[in-house]
């Protein structure tokens, strides 16, 4: 049974870093392209972060883009979100989400992805 499951969420301070973690269990990692969404309370899931299944891609939501860093290590079948100065509007549940796909790629919709954990939350007080 393939299972993500998320950690590293808090409740922070604005302006404080956060290292969100998605480890996998039940399939070889490297068959995953991966990605990052968040929803915050009454809104829509959006699209945060997405790589590769090797790491070369990458792409980041314009929103947070310079705060937010996506990476992968396959060899301890994980993909991190690195959140850095972070603001009360990047309060959410975030989720980490993969797909197979036929390529190694970075998919940015939701409807696109197979698998998810079961989120981990973020908070920031300003």
């Known amino acids: 049974q393939v299972q993500f499951v998320e950690s590293g969420g808090g409740l922070v301070q604005a302006g404080d870093s956060l290292t969100l973690s998605c480890t996998a269990s039940?399939?070889?990692?490297?068959?995953?392209?991966m990605g990052w969404f968040r929803q915050a309370q009454g809104e829509e899931r959006e699209f945060v972060a997405a790589?590769?299944?090797?790491?070369?891609?990458?792409d980041i939501t314009d929103p947070v883009k310079g705060r937010f860093t996506i990476s992968r290590d396959n060899a301890k079948d994980t993909v991190y979100l690195e959140l850095s100065n972070l603001k009360p509007e990047d309060a959410a549940v975030y989720y980490c989400?993969?797909?197979?796909?036929?390529?190694?790629?970075?998919?940015?919709?939701?409807?696109?992805?197979?698998?998810w954990g079961q989120g981990t939350r973020v908070t920031v007080s300003s």
């Open positions: 989400a993969a797909l197979t796909g036929r390529y190694s790629f970075t998919y940015t919709r939701a409807y696109e992805y197979t698998y």
């Open positions: 039940g399939r070889a990692f490297i068959d995953f392209n």
């Open positions: 790589i590769s299944r090797g790491g070369a891609n990458t």
